[in-house]
């Protein structure tokens, strides 16, 4: 790995360990998510954290799914990680699971107890937990903690082949009820599930706890670093015990550290919080592009270099903090400027009607499709006399500070003419239904004439109306209207949901898009950028907005 920049505290953990002794090919990282829910933006970060390191150090890296609870994972979970990942440009190099080794664990599993470092409580979860003490106060020793070893493996045994209900018997470490670390007071190994499994069925009846599974898994995939976010601090030392009752010298020994969680401003990325959106119908499915889930992101139109970049931006750190969602807007922004193409929409339609253009006239204009292009490409947009242009674009009676249409100035219609604002047509209540103006034929743009060099002080979009192809828009704001919906814990998030989140409109794009597949990404001029949606269809064009063209969420908050 070169050493040309500043290396962050993990990579200095990673060098030092090379430089004691451990050989580059020996190096393994490995992003294990739980299925039980879509990844979120925090797990981007973890993404980009490992299978970069992977790529610095040409380093393999396992994507392991922690599937030891039935009760909450599914298949669904599984298929939606694996494609998140691939979407954000990352290949692992194995597809590993915790259940591929749940054979391996319950052998080891029986050696623990027959070392006498491991018995089955029958206490209830209530007792467990009043036993267990408070961590100013030391626990207590269960009844049923001195077991002989050979009824412990008869117990076990019975649990594993199904005798007894869920809850009656529990496997736990024996290590010390004294122990500092509440996380040591003789934590649960194995608890009793009669649960459908997405993957080995019904064959196992108990399941392995994740602080047993998790660093035995890395021992088998011989994972060189386990890096995890920082509520893992206090796991370490019980992954270091679990560990030390199977570790060959022979072999690697994974090394687990702690990386703070990046939270991001407006959001939740708790997986239960996210479910509860889902499942109590605040928004409309994991995929939905209000939440902090990458596969919501991503049909937001949020790219993946930009989730990259904001990965890399925000770093990794040894202290939790809240980054504000601006500064990935920020990221999203800058890469769809270099890559989306330039068209032209309206999205609050006021009729303009050119009085001196010809009735039967059609005109195909040539527009650039995206400035930032190495190569500059074109296309062509119909001009007619009668054209939609932005309501918010024309004042009948206008301040100085106004440089779009009024009455008696004029305006660039872009890629096209000067216009000339003369009238207004208003319905019986007094709302402009038409607005007329004339246009110079000698200004149009790219003629090269005296007429087109003129300079005026504003530049607005339209569409024709006569080739317009109406849109439904969805349009974004922020999720939650606190900063930090979780910063409250006397508070349900929940009453933070914003309710204006989605406002759903008709406007009209340019015929250019009539073909537009999902995913494809715009901006339409003067307004933002807009992805084309899932539910878009050949009858239908839908566009969620990306993000605008610049933040004024900031501004607003501000005022």
């Not at 009656?168 to 934590?187: C, E, F, G, Q, Y």
Request: hydrophobic share 35%.
């Amino acid at each position: 790995m070169s050493e040309q920049k500043s290396l962050n505290f993990i990579e200095q953990i990673i060098n030092e360990d090379l430089k004691n002794g451990l050989s580059n090919d020996k190096l393994r990282f490995r992003f294990p998510p739980e299925p039980n829910g879509y990844l979120h933006i925090g797990h981007a970060s973890s993404i980009c954290l490992n299978f970069g390191l992977g790529l610095d150090y040409k380093a393999p890296v396992n994507l392991r799914f922690d599937d030891t609870n039935p009760a909450k994972e599914e298949q669904e979970f599984v298929d939606a990680i694996k494609r998140d990942v691939e979407w954000l440009g990352y290949q692992w190099d194995k597809e590993c699971y915790a259940s591929d080794y749940f054979q391996q664990l319950y052998d080891w599993t029986i050696q623990i107890i027959k070392n006498g470092k491991a018995y089955v409580d029958s206490q209830s979860s209530e007792d467990m937990a009043k036993q267990k003490g408070t961590p100013t106060q030391f626990g207590t020793d269960s009844p049923y903690r001195n077991r002989s070893v050979e009824e412990n493996l008869d117990l076990f045994e019975r649990m594993k082949n199904g005798e007894f209900p869920e809850g009656t018997h529990v496997l736990r470490a024996k290590i010390s009820m004294n122990a500092t670390n509440m996380l040591m007071r003789d934590p649960i190994i194995y608890r009793i599930l009669h649960k459908n499994h997405h993957r080995t069925g019904n064959k196992w009846c108990i399941y392995p706890m994740y602080d047993w599974a998790h660093g035995e898994s890395d021992y088998i995939e011989q994972v060189s670093h386990s890096f995890c976010t920082l509520e893992f601090l206090p796991h370490r030392e019980l992954y270091d015990w679990f560990l030390n009752q199977i570790y060959d010298e022979s072999k690697v020994r994974p090394k687990q550290r702690e990386f703070a969680r990046r939270n991001l401003s407006h959001t939740v990325v708790s997986k239960r919080k996210l479910a509860q959106l889902v499942n109590e119908g605040h928004v409309k499915g994991w995929d939905d592009p209000r939440m902090s889930t990458i596969s919501g992101m991503r049909r937001r139109g949020y790219t993946a270099a930009a989730i990259r970049n904001f990965a890399n931006a925000i770093g990794i750190a040894k202290r939790d903090n809240l980054i504000d969602v601006s500064l990935l807007e920020f990221y999203v922004r800058e890469d769809l400027n270099k890559i989306a193409p330039r068209v032209m929409a309206v999205l609050n339609p006021v009729k303009l009607v050119i009085t001196n253009y010809p009735d039967d006239k059609e005109e195909w204009l040539e527009a650039e499709n995206n400035p930032e292009e190495e190569v500059l490409t074109y296309r062509k947009v119909p001009f007619s006399k009668e054209l939609y242009i932005e309501r918010e674009d024309f004042q009948e009676e206008a301040h100085k500070k106004f440089f779009r249409l009024t009455l008696g100035t004029e305006v660039r219609l872009k890629n096209a003419y000067i216009i000339k604002g003369e009238s207004v047509v208003k319905d019986a209540d007094g709302n402009i239904t038409e607005i007329h103006c004339t246009y110079d034929e000698d200004s149009k743009s790219g003629s090269g004439t005296e007429a087109s060099q003129r300079k005026v002080k504003g530049t607005i979009h339209w569409v024709s109306t006569n080739h317009a192809v109406e849109a439904e828009v969805r349009v974004y704001d922020r999720l939650f209207t606190h900063e930090n919906p979780d910063g409250d814990k006397e508070v349900d998030f929940k009453e933070f949901i914003n309710p204006n989140s989605l406002e759903i409109i008709t406007g009209y794009v340019e015929p250019s898009l009539v073909n537009a597949k999902e995913l494809e990404h715009y901006q339409f001029q003067r307004l933002g950028y807009f992805c084309v949606d899932r539910d878009s269809s050949a009858e239908k064009l839908v566009f969620n907005k990306t993000v605008g063209l610049r933040d004024t969420w900031a501004k607003i908050s501000n005022q």
